[in-house]
């Protein structure tokens, strides 16, 4: 099988040429105007402002290979904001009263001999906004692409080219647009379709991300379709009117083939996760469709592509012919399954992970105090009072048409409709939160899954109980040496007995043990529990769960048989009502459309009549849409009543109040189910918290017990070498030196602390195991214990040698119902436990199973772990239902 590689390693990508301009004079034009309209102060005044603006338009005429392109998009975007603070205070037109001896001159991008003038400042801003996506797509092409930080940045740099594009399309290409003297590249057509480019180079780069981290095959496949979807808009575009025969036939070639290569590499993805699902037949249509995409284009896509696309696609053909001569292979062998028509199979996924930078606030030019003296006032408040005029009725109507909306939506909602049609037809449907509930469940494995969690419980018990056993065998092996020695040396012997000093480890033994015995009594009710409501719960396995709720029929009998007629005029009703509020939204997005088009300050500047006559003039061209939304209104009153009508014929045809009956009954089915499930999840989850934390507990205890047989082992050693020394008869010196040696080692080693159990500063002295705290001069590192989970072999003490826990003990609480199964935690400016013996080691993170995600680091003391779940238990351990008496 052909390793999943990237059949575009080694990409190639495309930049956008700036526009190129001719050199016009700002200055004295704009100068001339203040100076005439307002005064010569007011002109002195500004002189920094024109200044600022006129080195600014002479850094864009000078434009070279040597600029900083980060330093060039910085000049066009503060060159943007500027020309917005001139369109609003000085009108360039022909007008003998405007700014009339400007004229802005631009080639076209893409046919430089091509060029267009106007005296007006749209296509200035136009082809500012045009440069600025170009800069971001050639910033795009500066990253290292073959880094992941590389392809990370030149993704948010073709984003931003995206977003100049898109903001030209919107604001600016349709007023450069007007008039007999334009170019296309600052066309709505062209800009569209640089936006699709820039976001399918963009969507490029996060795929190369993507399979560099080792993503699945269908998270790849999603990702890869949407590059080859924007590729293919982008290719759509260069394929009609006005930019057919605009742009040279490489750019067709290559966005054609890239959409192809994107599609195919979809293909490829897809057919590997369909491989692993043993969707044998579909995958090989997948390769059929990819290798018939690559085919298809390297066939009819224009000559001049680069080498390195053509060489990505061969490796890609080459990939999906192995894939497939296997598969097909598989399928005459194995599976012997019809393959499907290409044109059968569900489009594939597509996931976008990037979209247009809004640039909106990069552009804003409301903060920029570029000319902010020269607004005159006259024009400012009338311009503020028509945009008052203009936000009422845009606020009216909308208001009617949210109130349309939610009539309809609260009429059809006590109809039942179109519920009621949907379960005639088999597609009932659940309450919304009810099926939210249902989809929790089923995502946490359902009703089906209580079974494997139940064996955890068990796995984690018997872990639980070896481990005991395993450390009382260590302590009694101990004491057994230790007596033999004790029976060997008589009273020389000197030594504490162990049983003295491990009492309070065979006390905290012996509570684990209570707490096991009465933690197997909780599980066996959890698992009484679950036998008895699994018919109750087994509703929750339907998948989907709307398989589950009751079906609307027709009547067995019928006198006059025109139940489908009433059904289809119903139908025909609510898709009439579905038209009108699609029109409403229409209508909404014309408004709003409307306002943001409306722009009448160059009129009130220049305008000599009244402003009121202005106004009314230009408010008119809101009263059509008004008189639409009128209508759209009364069409569907009247469209409700007769739907009403309809829906009582319906109800009474088809008996809908037994439907809703048997509805109801199971909803609450379903609830119960949902309740008792959630009930038997918590209570399991607290079973499996509190065994992992008594196993953390035990182990601790062990790896105590372990450094306790240590250290007398090596005490052990040294008493037998000073008793045969006494024992050998040794000169009176070397007798008095051993004297003083013993003496010295008793003092060192046998100076154990009392055998009374330790006093404990906890609230709960009896409520669990409690992690002990120890302290020892040398640090060594906490030793595993074995793997008694999956490999450890217990061996059974004699019987004369059987474990103190095996009486339960009255103290302990109960493990995990009618309390808390978990240990007190320790703050951390607690003392150790008084009279606790000093030979131990740092608690040891304890035994970690394949049942639950152990965290890396070390918990810190008086932490609890984590429960062994993926999804979160949003309920405290004490507090289950199932076990409150």
């Not at 399928?331 to 399954?337: A, E, G, I, K, P």
Request: aromatic residues 8%; charged residues 20%.
């Amino acid at each position: 099988m052909a390793a999943p590689a990237s059949s575009s390693a080694t990409n190639i990508m495309l930049a956008i040429y700036e526009k190129k301009t001719v050199a016009v004079d700002l200055y004295r034009p704009l100068r001339n105007y203040i100076v005439f309209n307002y005064s010569e102060r007011e002109a002195q005044n500004l002189e920094d402002d024109l200044e600022t603006l006129k080195e600014m338009r002479n850094n864009i005429e000078r434009s070279s290979a040597a600029d900083s392109l980060p330093a060039r998009r910085d000049l066009l975007q503060n060159y943007f904001k500027a020309l917005t603070a001139v369109e609003s205070r000085f009108p360039i037109s022909p007008d003998k009263d405007h700014v009339n001896s400007v004229t802005f001159t631009w080639h076209d991008a893409f046919k430089n001999k091509n060029k267009a003038s106007q005296q007006n400042i749209h296509l200035e801003k136009a082809a500012i906004l045009f440069n600025l996506g170009a800069v971001h797509s050639q910033i795009g092409l500066t990253f290292d692409r073959s880094t992941v930080e590389g392809r990370r940045q030149a993704s948010h740099s073709f984003i931003a080219a995206a977003g100049a594009f898109a903001f030209l399309r919107d604001n600016a290409a349709t007023k450069a647009s007007i008039g007999s003297s334009t170019t296309v590249d600052v066309s709505v057509e062209c800009a569209g379709m640089l936006e699709r480019l820039m976001l399918a180079q963009a969507q490029e780069c996060v795929f190369e991300n993507t399979i560099a981290k080792g993503s699945t095959p269908g998270v790849c496949s999603k990702i890869s379709r949407q590059v080859g979807l924007y590729y293919e808009e982008a290719l759509a575009a260069l394929n009609v009117a006005p930019l057919t025969q605009h742009f040279d036939k490489t750019w067709l070639s290559h966005v054609q083939l890239k959409a192809a290569l994107f599609y195919a590499e979809a293909c490829y993805r897809y057919s590997l996760e369909l491989h692993e699902k043993e969707e044998i037949a579909e995958e090989i249509a997948r390769i059929k469709s990819g290798i018939g995409a690559l085919t298809d284009a390297k066939k009819s896509s224009p000559k001049g592509a680069a080498q390195q696309i053509l060489d990505a696609i061969n490796k890609l053909e080459t990939n999906l012919n192995c894939n497939l001569e296997r598969a097909m292979k598989e399928n005459d062998r194995v599976y012997l399954m019809r393959v499907p028509q290409a044109s059968s199979l569900q489009p594939l996924p597509a996931f976008a992970m990037v979209k247009p930078l809004n640039m909106n606030e990069v552009l804003d030019a409301s903060k920029d105090k570029m000319f902010a003296s020269l607004v005159p006032d006259s024009s400012a408040k009338a311009l503020s009072r028509y945009t008052e005029m203009v936000d009422d009725i845009i606020r009216t109507q909308a208001e009617k048409l949210q109130q349309g909306s939610e009539l309809a939506r609260v009429s059809l909602k006590e109809m039942n409709l179109p519920d009621s049609i949907l379960a005639l037809e088999g597609h009932s449907v659940l309450p919304t939160a009810l099926w939210e509930d249902v989809e929790a469940v089923q995502i946490s494995g359902g009703p089906a899954g209580l079974e494997g969690e139940l064996q955890q419980l068990r796995d984690l018990k018997r872990v639980n109980h070896e481990l005991l056993v395993q450390t009382e065998e260590l302590l009694q092996k101990e004491a057994v040496e230790d007596g033999q020695f004790r029976t060997q040396f008589g009273t020389r012997w000197t030594r504490p007995q162990s049983a003295t000093l491990t009492k309070n480890l065979q006390d905290r033994l012996n509570r684990f043990a209570g707490n096991l015995k009465q933690a197997a009594e909780s599980d066996v009710k959890i698992e009484r529990s679950v036998r008895e409501n699994m018919a109750l719960m087994s509703i929750l396995d339907r998948r989907p769960i709307e398989s589950a709720l009751p079906t609307l029929a027709k009547p067995i009998m019928s006198l006059d048989a025109n139940e489908d007629a009433v059904v289809g005029t119903l139908k025909q009703s609510l898709r009439q009502l579905e038209t009108l509020g699609a029109q409403r939204a229409g209508l909404e997005d014309m408004l709003k459309d409307m306002k943001r088009k409306d722009d009448i300050l160059p009129k009130l500047m220049t305008s000599t009549g009244s402003y009121e006559d202005l106004f009314r003039k230009e408010i008119a061209k809101y009263n059509q849409i008004c008189e639409e939304i009128s209508q759209n209104l009364q069409a569907q009153e009247q469209l409700l009543i007769h739907i009403q009508g309809q829906n009582r014929q319906f109800a009474g045809t088809f008996n809908i109040e037994d439907y809703k009956a048997a509805c109801e009954k199971c909803y609450k089915h379903i609830e119960a189910a949902v309740a008792k499930y959630r009930e038997i999840k918590e209570n399991i989850n607290e079973g499996l918290k509190f065994y992992v934390t008594l196993q953390d507990a035990i182990t601790s205890v062990k790896q105590q017990c372990s450094d306790f047989v240590m250290t007398r082992s090596i005490q052990c050693r040294e008493m037998i070498e000073d008793v045969q020394r006494q024992m050998s008869g040794l000169s009176f010196q070397d007798g008095k030196n051993s004297g003083n040696n013993n003496n010295n080692n008793n003092n060192n080693n046998y100076n154990y602390p009392s055998a009374a159990p330790p006093q404990r500063t906890s609230s709960h002295p009896e409520s669990g195991p409690q992690p002990p705290y120890y302290h020892h001069h040398q640090q060594q590192p906490p030793q595993p214990p074995p793997a008694v989970y999956s490999q450890a072999q217990h061996h059974p003490p004699p019987p004369q040698q059987q474990p103190p826990y095996g009486v339960p003990q009255q103290q302990p609480p109960p493990p995990y119902h009618g309390g808390s199964p978990y240990p007190p935690p320790q703050q951390g400016g607690q003392q150790p436990p008084a009279g606790g013996y000093e030979y131990g080691q740092p608690a040891y993170p304890g035994w970690r199973g394949p049942y639950y995600n152990a965290q890396q680091a070390q918990q810190q003391p008086g932490s609890f772990p984590r429960p062994p779940y993926t999804v979160s238990n949003p309920y405290p351990p004490n507090q289950s239902g199932y076990y409150k008496q």
